[in-house]
């Protein structure tokens, strides 16, 4: 197990989890309790572990859609699942099996492959397509990406209207210097 504050997991590792976490007193004990465990559940196979601070780094707390911390979410292997609230030990004693047998079932997937490859059946591109590579840092990295095309397209609205603008000050001018008015008073 890997512990890394604030940086994405890069790891090949089969299991990767992800512990949202906030400043509060009440929290730290329970953050230490899940760390205790976890540290524990490392005898088993190895796994990588993200802590992130959601103060820190609110766009990810969002992007998952939590609502409560402390929060575990195992994002790899798929499917992605989200343990939350005071009892996440309790919790990852009833699913830790589950997600030790989704590893095995996904290291067996990869074997097989390795090996179509070796007979050159085309794995590659299934592999390429198919399997999650960096899970973290590709939500991150679309998450940013999100944020920078809705501001562009914010930009792009304003630029539009600002543009519009323009063009109706210019036309009422072009249609004055046309059709020049002449006011005449009757005194």
Request: aromatic share 8%; proline share 5%.
């Amino acid at each position: 197990m890997q512990a890394s504050q604030g940086q994405p997991i890069n790891s090949e590792a089969p299991l990767q989890l992800l512990l949202f976490v906030d400043e509060r007193p009440k929290s730290r004990l329970q953050i230490q309790q899940i760390r205790s465990y976890l540290k524990q559940l490392q005898l088993e196979y190895d796994f990588e572990l993200q802590v992130i601070d959601v103060g820190k780094q609110p766009h990810l707390a969002e992007h998952f859609k939590l609502v409560a911390t402390p929060a575990l979410i195992k994002i790899h292997p798929e499917p992605r699942q989200v343990l939350a609230g005071s009892n996440i030990v309790s919790q990852l004693k009833t699913w830790w099996s589950r997600w030790h047998a989704s590893v095995q079932s996904h290291l067996r997937l990869q074997e097989e492959l390795k090996k179509a490859a070796e007979y050159d059946l085309g794995a590659e591109f299934f592999k390429q397509s198919h399997l999650p590579n960096n899970s973290l840092a590709t939500s991150s990295e679309i998450i940013q990406l999100t944020d920078e095309v809705f501001r562009l397209k914010q930009e792009k609205q304003q630029l539009q209207e600002q543009l519009l603008f323009k063009e109706r000050v210019i036309g009422m001018l072009v249609h004055d210097l046309r059709n020049p008015q002449i006011f005449y008073s009757w005194n």
